[in-house]
């Protein structure tokens, strides 16, 4: 089946494009779709074999585990081991929007998102359509929009480019709005570490946390 770039800007390929991007999730497939920071590729996050295709298409091994998106403050409480009084914190300033959270994962689940050594990154976006999918498919896995070494697409056309047929349904929902990947955050450990500056300053992290900047950025 050829792929197809659904315009979810217009309503009525909107409900079209949710649809179908909804249903090549649940049979294992990968789809592109926008969120605040830049678009992503994402599939089921508990497909094992659907998360192995997106790694293989984005030409990535598990040594880069994949971030999972949730489309609710409520999904991220069945994921972890401990909702922190940390993590509680983060999420109420910060989701839906660019901060990503690593967090010992819940020991149940039967996902394998790659190497992540008992942990899991997750953040909720701060874009309408993506929270609609979430909420329709789960938690989904998702990862920048771009084979390893380029750019992130900022826009559906940018990510076919890159994955032409390799994925079936991309959802064009206008252009990224903050084009910076997300700030990421480890709460696994002792003390917060930010792993990765992105989307959301440290200092404003800093700031929520009551903590010197410079703290986070310790190694």
Known sequence: MASRVFQCLEPEEREQGLQAAEAAVKEGRCIVLPTDTVYGIGADAFNNQAVATLLATKRRGPDMPVPVLVGSWTTIQGLVREFTDTAKTLVEAFWPGG??????????????????????????????LALELLQRTGPMAVSSANLTGNPPALNAAAARQQFGEAVGVYLEGGPAEVGTPSTIIDISGPSPVILREGAISTERIAQVLKLDPEQLRRK
Do not use: C, K, Y
């Open 99 to 128: 901060l990503s959270i690593v967090v010992p994962e819940a020991p149940s689940l039967p996902w394998n998102l790659g190497d992540t050594r008992g942990t899991v990154l997750l953040r909720m976006p701060n874009q309408p």
